[in-house]
């Protein structure tokens, strides 16, 4: 009678109903083990906890890389480094982005190559042309990177 079936064929369920042995339930019977809007547990790592990594320290790096001064993505990731530890610069500008998308950090568009991060409250936000200036004399910058030079 059960010749056609094989173990991989057979219910295993711990909780199922029907006590002899019969055919796995098809997919509108089965019961969901976690309901949909229920979390699952998280991946906790088998590495040691001073090897784990920590996004909360990583931002915390971030935001005190950034001052009332406007400061670029280098010296961002290179100050992150200097206090985080080893990180990947994709994983730093994915932790800029994001506080700039909560309004902890925001991002000028100075008409350079690049962009500068700038704290909201800094006093320097109400005059951009120091701000430019400011970026400019810090940068070592060629004149192609600006706006005003087109070939």
């Known amino acids: ?87 990947t610069d994709r ?3 994915r932790h800029v982005r994001k506080l700039v998308q909560e309004a902890k950090l925001i991002k000028l568009d100075l008409g350079l190559a690049f962009a500068a991060y700038i704290r909201p409250r800094s006093r320097l936000l109400a005059d951009p042309e120091a701000l430019r200036d400011y970026m400019l004399s810090n940068v070592d910058c060629l004149p192609a990177c600006t706006k005003e030079s087109v070939f």
Not at 8 to 25: A, F, G, P, T
């Open 91 to 93: 994983t730093v500008y």
């Open 1 to 87: 009678m059960f010749d056609d079936l094989g173990p991989i064929n057979l219910c295993r369920e711990e909780d199922c109903k029907i006590k002899c042995i019969h055919r796995v339930h098809s997919m509108k019977l089965r019961r969901l083990r976690h309901k949909p809007n229920e979390s699952r547990p998280r991946f906790t790592s088998k590495k040691p906890v001073w090897q784990q990594d920590a996004p909360e320290a990583l931002t915390e790096s971030v935001l005190k890389s950034v001052g009332e001064r406007p400061t670029m993505m280098q010296w961002i990731q290179r100050d992150v480094r200097d206090d985080y530890g080893t990180v």
